[in-house]
């Protein structure tokens, strides 16, 4: 599905943080519009010594029908 999509979020900084996006923070192609609108997004961080760890949540409208995708990870810096 061509998503074309770009959110403006925010929130406060600091070691945990949770950014979120609504209304008119998110800009979608006319595809978007008709057929998968996006309707939020949130992102939270959890940063500790070398790790950092992300959460997103994008909550869609796919065809008229409620979509929930979810991604996460923990990056590690490693020493060279």
């Known amino acids: 599905m061509p998503r074309a999509v770009c959110v403006v979020a925010e929130g406060k900084p600091g070691a945990t943080m949770t950014l979120t996006a609504q ?19 949130t992102i939270s961080y959890e940063m500790s010594g070398n790790t950092l760890k992300y959460k997103q949540v994008t909550e869609l409208r796919v065809y008229g029908k409620p979509f929930s995708h979810v991604d996460s990870s923990t990056l590690v810096k490693v020493e060279k």
């Open 23 to 41: 209304g008119s923070g998110i800009a979608q192609s006319g595809y978007m519009m008709k057929n998968d609108t996006t309707k939020s997004f």
